[in-house]
């Protein structure tokens, strides 16, 4: 049974930071490109960050210098570092998996809430 659990949201003043988690199990954690997607409420759900089997990582725009993506392939867990963040960055965040190549499989997380209030 695949599952991705995320943890690590919560709420957080502004200019504060949160490191996201997503431990996943049930997949060959290598294989698969990881994403941090997010919904704030009213709007879609955005890419916010992706790391690939190989390491690389690509952001949105407007999150570039302030949020990191990172893997761990020995705990089969994606992380996002957020910093300095900000009101518009309140949203339910969600980790993504796909494999990479064929059979292709698209997996999600249940989201966790993040907060940026005062």
């Known amino acids: 049974q695949v599952q991705l659990v995320e943890s690590g949201g919560g709420l957080v003043q502004p200019g504060g930071s949160l490191r996201l988690s997503c431990a996943t199990s049930?997949?060959?954690?290598?294989?698969?490109?990881l994403n941090w997607y997010r919904q704030a409420p009213g709007k879609q759900r955005e890419l916010v960050a992706r790391?690939?089997?190989?390491?690389?990582?690509n952001y949105a725009d407007s999150l570039k210098g302030r949020f990191t993506i990172s893997r761990d392939n020995a705990k089969n867990t994606v992380y996002l570092q957020m910093n300095s963040l900000k009101a518009e960055d309140t949203a339910v965040y969600y980790c993504?998996?796909?494999?990479?190549?064929?059979?292709?499989?698209?997996?999600w997380g249940q989201g966790t809430q993040v907060t940026v209030s005062s």
């Open positions: 993504n998996a796909v494999r990479a190549g064929s059979p292709w499989y698209n997996y």
């Open positions: 049930g997949i060959s954690f290598s294989d698969y490109i």
């Open positions: 790391i690939t089997t190989g390491g690389s990582t």
